[in-house]
């Protein structure tokens, strides 16, 4: 009997079959649980319905996480299905693509922070705060992050600001939450090529770059990252709260490395 047995699981951030979302969807479902996967706009609605139904889950809603509305009508369609649920996945991203090449101070424009940030980091802090009735007495919120968040890194920009922000809203809502049985944790998953990572110049380099100083010395995989999902999201982690787990081989660990 998987470990999620009996857990229901809504995941956020499903856009091709390399995103980490399903990675984590796949890893949810071996181990047990009942999933309801969103889609962010129609152009996606039918790839992500045959992914759900490859993995048995039944349910599949629209949500784009910029409006309050869809995400309160989210949750309305989700209470039709579910009297309640245990584990929420926010596995969502986005700032201009403008805002991701070249300098920072370049760059960076009002608008492009405010975007960022409201995608990427408060987003999350939404969906916590609608879906906070339909949560159970022992229900786990988890989010995905990036090192960027703590260290500078190029052409990562405002991103980075932004997964700051979100590291930090984890904290927040962890003490907000932890009295009514919710647990929220973060994973820092080191580089992995997804369709949000398409496009980053230079990104076969940095993956390189990544494997040769890691200690695993290889890159990781959404399988890797869905594994960790699982176990943070289920109460084998029942003590574990406000945390950021990195999933990223050791990279983050290293000061120094010679190569090999
Ligand atoms: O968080 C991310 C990427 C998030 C992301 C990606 C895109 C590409 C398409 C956010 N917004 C957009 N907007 C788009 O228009 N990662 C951790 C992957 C990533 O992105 C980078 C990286 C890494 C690693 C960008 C620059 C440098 C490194």
Excluded at 15 to 28: E, L, P, V
Excluded at 40 to 58: F, H, K
Excluded at 114 to 129: C, E, N, Q, T
Excluded at 214 to 236: H, K, M, Q, W
């Amino acid at each position: 009997m998987g470990f999620l047995t009996g857990k229901r699981a809504v995941i956020a951030g499903i856009a091709s079959d390399r995103s980490i979302a399903w990675g984590i969807a796949q890893a949810m479902a071996r181990e047990g649980a009942e999933i309801a996967l969103t889609y962010q706009s129609e152009r996606l609605a039918e790839r992500v319905r045959e992914m759900a139904a490859e993995i048995g889950a039944s349910i599949c809603l629209p949500l784009d996480v910029s409006s309050d509305d869809e995400i309160v009508r989210m949750y309305e369609s989700l209470a039709g299905h579910w009297p309640s649920f245990d584990i929420l996945v926010h596995s969502v991203a986005y700032a201009p693509r403008d805002q991701l090449v070249g300098r920072y101070l370049d760059t960076v424009t009002r608008e492009g922070s405010l975007i960022a940030h409201d995608i990427s980091s408060y987003s999350f802090v939404a969906m916590a705060k609608y879906g906070r009735s339909l949560l159970s007495k022992q229900s786990a919120l988890l989010t995905l992050s990036y090192l960027g968040a703590v260290r500078s890194i190029p052409n990562y920009n405002i991103m980075g600001p932004a997964k700051a922000s979100l590291e930090a809203n984890v904290r927040f809502m962890a003490a907000d939450l932890g009295a009514a049985g919710v647990r929220v944790n973060g994973i820092s998953a080191g580089p992995i090529k997804t369709l949000a990572a398409s496009g980053v110049g230079d990104f076969r380099q940095m993956l390189q770059h990544f494997a040769s100083i890691a200690p695993l010395r290889r890159n990781v995989t959404i399988e890797d990252v869905g594994n960790a999902a699982a176990f943070l999201c289920s109460d084998l982690a029942s003590g574990i709260t406000g945390e950021i787990v990195y999933v990223d081989g050791g990279f983050h660990t290293v000061g120094m490395s010679m190569p090999d």
